[in-house]
């Protein structure tokens, strides 16, 4: 069944007491939803919403009939039970709708860029077998000298997926996000020729990162989708549904 398709089944139930909070929580934290509990409280408002707003018009409808059956025609003040009815359920849908307007216009690819993104790490230092490294570029990046390692790349004659990455990093720790982008592309494409994973998982992260930069909401969605999906990709965690959820409001 499609996640989000079953994600939806399980709120549903939950709001015809079919399912129990608890047991809710815990099938949503299984589907990957992080903030399980908020997403039910969430669900529950706009439906009370619906439920209020369909009541507040039938309200009005009562009224409005009432107030041309009298004669002579003139405004009388609601009853007490109806005034109180309306005034409830106006700023119940006043407050949800707030809510929405307030977490959609606060949505933004560099907003989200700062919630998903992680400093890397160099915890070991993956060469090939028998590899002769002949520069300092590991150290330099460990160092956080960032322009070292972009000088270290260019004086390369040839360079492997390690050197493209840690200088693609770098890159984009210096706001040159169209070149990191460029190198983390030639990592995929070269381990897609070679059938190999080298920085395969991190060039994807990154890539989608560096893509919320510069304002490529869609390549970057994509990326995201396919970390999201595959639970063993190795920034699987980073990408929630609830990440997934606000790309999709950006604008």
Known sequence: MNNELYINQLLDEYIQYKLNRKDAVAELVQQGIPDAEFE?????????ALKQGTVLQQ??????QYLQQKQPARVLPLKKPFAWMLRVAAVFILAVAAWFTYQYSNISSEKIYSEVYQTYNVNTDRAAIGEIVTHQMVDQFKAGDFPAV????QGLQATNNREKFLTAIALQETGKYPEAIRLLEQIIKENEEKK????????EFYLGLNYLKIKNNEAAKRLF????????HTF???????????????R
């Open 59 to 64: 309200v009005k409808n009562v009224h409005q």
């Open 196 to 203: 190999g994973r080298l920085y395969q998982d991190e060039a």
């Open 40 to 48: 039910l409280d969430l669900h529950a408002a706009a439906v009370t």
């Open 225 to 232: 989708k396919k970390i999201h999906a595959d639970s063993g």
């Open 150 to 153: 972009i000088k270290t790349y």
């Open 236 to 250: 699987h965690e980073r990408i929630s549904q609830s990440v997934l959820r606000k790309m999709k409001w950006l």
